[in-house]
C-alpha cells in the first residue's frame, strides 16, 4: 500500500475502532457521511477508504428542518437572555441534535451527520 493509501486504511481503522473525531462543517459538528455510494467514492478519491455504516435499529434520526423547528419551538419558550446563553449549542445542528438525544441529522441533500457514532453498525475496513 502506498502511503496516502495507508492513512486511508488507518483512518478507517480509527472510525471504526479508535476514538472519535468529530468534524466542524456547514451541518454543525459531527461526522459527515453519505446515503450515496458514488458521493463517497469521490470524497475518498484515489486511494481512499469508503467504510460502510448503517444507523442501529432504534436509532434516533432527524431530518435538518424537523430539527431547526424544534428549536424555535423550544427558543419561543425562553427569555431573550436564556435563549443569548443558548445560541452556541443551539445554533450548531450536530450540538443541538446530540443535546437533543438524537444519534443524526439527515440533510436533503444525502448527507447524514452522525453525532453519535455508537449509534452505527459499521462494516469491518
Not at 16 to 41: Q, S
Amino acid at each position: 500500500m502506498t502511503a496516502p493509501a495507508r492513512r486511508a486504511a488507518d483512518y478507517a481503522e480509527a472510525f471504526v475502532r479508535g476514538p472519535a473525531h468529530l468534524g466542524r462543517g456547514a451541518g454543525g459538528v459531527g461526522i459527515y457521511t453519505t446515503e450515496d455510494a458514488d458521493t463517497a467514492r469521490q470524497y475518498a478519491g484515489n486511494g481512499g477508504v469508503v467504510v460502510r455504516a448503517v444507523p442501529l435499529a432504534g436509532a434516533r434520526l432527524v431530518g435538518v428542518e424537523e430539527l431547526l423547528a424544534r428549536r424555535a419551538q423550544e427558543l419561543a419558550t425562553l427569555t431573550e437572555r436564556e435563549q443569548r446563553s443558548l445560541r452556541v449549542l443551539t445554533e450548531d445542528p450536530g450540538r443541538l441534535a446530540a443535546a437533543l438525544g438524537y444519534d443524526a441529522v439527515r440533510y436533503p441533500d444525502g448527507t447524514v451527520l452522525v453525532v453519535n457514532r455508537t449509534a452505527l453498525a459499521v462494516e469491518e475496513p
